[in-house]
């Protein structure tokens, strides 16, 4: 079975900068696009940002600029460096992964807790 292992996530002051892990087993790592989701309290599971198998990356445009998706295929981990923190950030952060030609994010790790105090 697809397994996610997410790390990372704590409590950091505004203007703060974390780095958040995902270690993914049980698929072709390489093959898959691999994403970053976050949910905050009373909110939508909204996206964050990707990042292919050929390298492509993407971001929603509020953390342009501030945060980083990038991967490890020789670790099968997938990183999201997120720098300029801001309260609105506050979210639990989940790893997910894109089959190949697929459409969805079919596999979700089980998230980690990232909180940004004023």
């Known amino acids: 079975q697809v397994q996610f292992v997410e790390t990372g996530g704590e409590l950091v002051q505004a203007g703060g900068s974390l780095r958040l892990s995902c270690a993914a087993s049980?698929?072709?790592?390489?093959?898959?696009?691999m994403g970053w989701f976050r949910q905050a309290p009373g909110k939508e599971r909204e996206f964050v940002a990707s990042i292919g198998w050929n390298g492509g990356t993407l971001y929603v445009d509020s953390v342009k600029d501030r945060f980083t998706i990038s991967r490890d295929n020789a670790k099968n981990t997938v990183y999201l460096r997120m720098n300029s923190l801001k309260p609105e950030d506050t979210a639990v952060y989940y790893c997910?992964?894109?089959?190949?030609?697929?459409?969805?994010?079919?596999?979700w790790g089980q998230g980690t807790q990232v909180t940004v105090s004023s």
């Open positions: 049980g698929l072709i790592f390489s093959l898959h696009t």
């Open positions: 997910a992964a894109r089959r190949p030609s697929g459409q969805d994010y079919m596999y």
